[in-house]
């Protein structure tokens, strides 16, 4: 049985203006002091996850900043080669060690290490909003770079103003001007139970053709 030690470490912007996170913050403070309703939170992002993404099934799949890789199994199955990206080395490690067999990159968003035009489906799940503004743009400009011209992006990202420090949110007209000439194609506020007590952003989705 593997057995993690507990990280009560606070988030923190590294020198490379790139916030770090802790196994313990990877989803919020509250997973770890109840974790009931952090198994709930699961089931109800899986859910909605699947309303968004429907019988969706392609070639290949990235996604963004999986953490301990977390909802890693699942996304992974709307695809045939799945890749996931995670730039913070501890939490990259922990992914490998509990799913040897997928595929994970130890990187960052804004320097993808994959061709033009290379995947079918991006997934990023409350990742874009810790990226700091002189990082933003760019990783904006990588997954517009990496993702095919029929491809599907959906993310959950926050959408107004937070007074957290390492978080900067970006409205949804934003992302839509971000990611032209990709379309949002559906949305809905994202909702996690308890857990939380503040507003957890918008679940997006952004195809090229207006058709869900």
């Not at 699947?50 to 709307?78: M, N, Q």
């Not at 904006?140 to 949110?169: C, F, N």
């Not at 409205?171 to 559906?186: R, S």
Request: with cysteine; proline share 6%; hydrophobic share 35%.
């Amino acid at each position: 049985m593997r057995i993690f030690r507990k990280n009560n470490s606070k988030s923190r912007l590294k020198k490379s203006n790139r916030i770090s996170f802790g196994v313990g913050q990877v989803v919020g403070e509250g997973a770890s002091k109840n974790l009931p309703a952090f198994s709930s939170r699961i089931y109800h992002e899986l859910k909605t996850i699947r309303k968004f993404l429907g019988d969706l099934h392609v070639e290949r799949s990235l996604e963004i900043g999986c953490g301990y890789a977390r909802l890693t199994p699942w996304i992974a199955e709307y695809s045939e080669q799945h890749c996931a990206v995670e730039p913070e080395e501890e939490l990259f490690n922990i992914a490998k060690g509990l799913y040897p067999s997928f595929d994970f990159v130890n990187c960052a968003a804004d320097k993808l290490p994959f061709p033009d035009n290379h995947f079918d489906f991006i997934f990023t799940w409350t990742v874009l909003q810790h990226i700091p503004p002189e990082k933003f743009q760019q990783s904006i400009d990588e997954i517009l770079r990496v993702i095919k011209d029929d491809g599907v992006i959906l993310m959950a990202e926050h959408v107004q103003y937070t007074p957290s420090p390492t978080t900067w949110g970006h409205t949804i007209e934003e992302y839509q001007e971000l990611l032209k000439p990709f379309v949002l194609t559906m949305h809905e506020p994202r909702k996690v139970e308890s857990l939380v007590d503040i507003n957890v952003g918008e679940i997006m989705k952004f195809k090229k053709n207006k058709g869900n």
